[in-house]
């Protein structure tokens, strides 16, 4: 079972930053054999991925230049770098854990609650 709390997100204009962070937690986690990713939901819209990492990290291609992905496994977090933010990029970000990299949300069986991200245009 492994215990996933997100942070970072809040109101910013188009064009801002932001850095989301997820802390993972577990008595039999072992985070550094662990994917992580990070997927969004906006009002009305499936959830859709915006990127991964394992030992090397994966996006979406609508993030490419703008994200980035990147772990702490001595602090057993991973974070999600928001630059040139977009008011499409507006949503609830989630943060997934599972054994393998994958871009399917349906791949990930442990997620966190989420974090709200608004970006204003």
């Known amino acids: 079972q492994v215990q996933l709390v997100e942070s970072g997100g809040g109101l910013v204009q188009a064009g801002g930053s932001l850095r989301l962070s997820c802390a993972a937690s577990?008595?039999?986690?072992?985070?550094?054999?662990?994917?992580l990713g990070w997927f969004r939901q906006a009002p009305g819209k499936e959830r859709e991925f915006v990127a991964a990492?394992?030992?090397?990290?994966i996006y979406t291609d609508s993030v490419k230049g703008r994200f980035t992905i990147s772990r702490d496994n001595a602090k057993n977090t991973v974070y999600l770098q928001m630059n040139s933010l977009k008011p499409e990029d507006t949503a609830v970000y989630h943060c997934a854990a599972d054994v393998d990299i994958s871009r399917v949300a349906a791949a990930y069986r442990s997620w966190g609650q989420g974090t709200q991200v608004t970006v204003s245009s």
């Open positions: 990492i394992s030992w090397y990290p």
């Open positions: 577990g008595r039999t986690f072992s985070f550094s054999n662990y994917a």
